[in-house]
């Protein structure tokens, strides 16, 4: 069956340096990928979206790899500041005409000042 | 632009009663999801409904039910409660079917089963 794995332990990083959450997947080819931002008993808000034949994405301090042979993604926030912690979600869609993305558990950022 | 609500915030229910979520999606938007959000775990996919259509299901037993209704808008309704129900709800709504169209969310509802 199709699987996400995102690092289940917080990450923690002193602010401004370069923050990474790692997104693998098992048993699916994905058309696009797409990172979203929790915030405590609030909904997602989405980041990026990435395809399947682009291998890199810039947003302002974001920045996002696709590698499809690795089956992974990689999310960078450049500078980090306190205000980026959260919880980052990472979905998978569009692979066998699904058009509803699969998401993973998240990954905790915690920016310390 | 207002973004998508869903109401209420949060919801008391007892096992056995019924529970009922509402959800109204970005002005334009004519898909609506339902998603589950148990603590701890990712979210889960309840139900897609696009121009009033249910389009797809989760793999959520037949007590998760739910409709959409003309002006876009949508309910959920989970019958026979269970405690292992309690969870955030969340809604999303997004532009017509695409393959890879962003999904707007709700704030969500807190549904506690006791």
């Known amino acids: 069956s199709q699987k996400i794995e995102q690092n289940s332990e917080a990450l923690n990083i002193q602010e401004g340096k370069t923050a990474t959450l790692t997104c693998n997947y098992t048993?699916?080819?994905?058309?696009?990928l797409q990172w979203y931002r929790q915030d405590p008993g609030r909904g997602p808000v989405f980041l990026l979206l990435?395809?399947?034949?682009?291998k890199e994405k810039r947003k302002e301090r974001l920045k996002v790899t696709f590698d499809t042979t690795l089956k992974q993604s990689l999310f960078h926030i450049t500078a980090s500041q306190p205000a980026d912690s959260a919880t980052y979600l990472c979905?998978?869609?569009?692979?066998?005409?699904?058009?509803?993305?699969?998401f993973g558990r998240g990954t905790s950022l915690i920016v310390h000042p | 632009e207002a973004g998508v609500t869903q109401s209420p915030t949060h919801l008391i229910k007892t096992r056995g009663q019924q529970a009922t979520l509402r959800c109204s999606p970005i002005?334009?938007?004519?898909?609506v999801y339902w998603y589950q959000q148990a603590l701890g775990l990712g979210l889960q996919f309840l139900l897609w409904?696009?121009?009033?259509?249910?389009?797809n299901r989760g793999n959520f037993p037949p007590r998760f039910s739910g409709r959409q209704f003309p002006n876009y808008s949508s309910e959920l309704n989970v019958n026979a409660l269970e405690l292992e129900d309690s969870a955030l709800y969340l809604c999303?709504?997004?532009?017509?079917?695409?393959?890879?169209?962003?999904?707007?969310f709700g704030p969500g509802t807190r549904l506690t089963v006791l």
């Open positions: 048993n699916y080819s994905p058309a696009y």
């Open positions: 409904y696009d121009e009033g259509e249910e389009r």
């Open positions: 979905a998978l869609g569009g692979g066998g005409g699904s058009y509803i993305p699969t």
């Open positions: 990435i395809r399947e034949n682009e």
């Open positions: 002005s334009g938007h004519t898909s």
């Open positions: 999303a709504s997004s532009l017509e079917l695409a393959a890879d169209n962003e999904q707007f």
